[in-house]
Nanobody, 124 residues
Framework: VQLQASGGGLVRAGGSLRLSCAAS????????MGWFRQAPGLERELVVA????????YYLNSVEDRFTISRDNDKNTVYLQMLNLKPEDTAVYYC??????????????????WGQGTLVTVSS
């Protein structure tokens, strides 16, 4: 599967963005999906993840009341709605697919396919 992330940009603190991850080559129902982010000088961290049917979801503590992951399997796209953005959310955001579609893994090396990343910058 090939993943294409989009939707990043520059936004002021308190603003919102919606990231999209469009898949091609295979249906996303075959995968659990995650959004990771990586800020300069920091390790890549899992922000949110969801199983293939959306029944199980993981959220990083610092985003769980602000970010929402959703997936439209008919459109073969996963979304990350981000509300009330903070400067510390600034990072390159990556979508990733894991073939263990009924499990949620939290480390990057357990994901099999990656999008190219989209930059989110939140100004104070």
């Amino acid at each position: 599967v090939q993943l294409q992330a989009s939707g990043g940009g520059l936004v002021r603190a308190g603003g919102s963005l919606r990231l999209s991850c469009a898949a091609s080559g295979r249906s996303l129902i075959s995968y659990s999906m995650g959004w990771f982010r990586q800020a300069p000088g920091l390790e890549r961290e899992l922000v949110v993840a969801t199983t293939w049917n959306g029944e199980s979801t993981y959220y990083l503590n610092s985003v769980e009341d602000r970010f929402t992951i959703s997936r439209d399997n008919d459109k073969n796209t996963v979304y990350l709605q981000m509300l009330n953005l903070k400067p510390e959310d600034t990072a390159v955001y990556y979508c990733a697919a894991d073939r263990s579609r009924e499990f949620l893994y939290t480390t990057a090396n357990q994901y099999d396919f990656w999008g190219q990343g989209t930059l989110v910058t939140v100004s104070s």
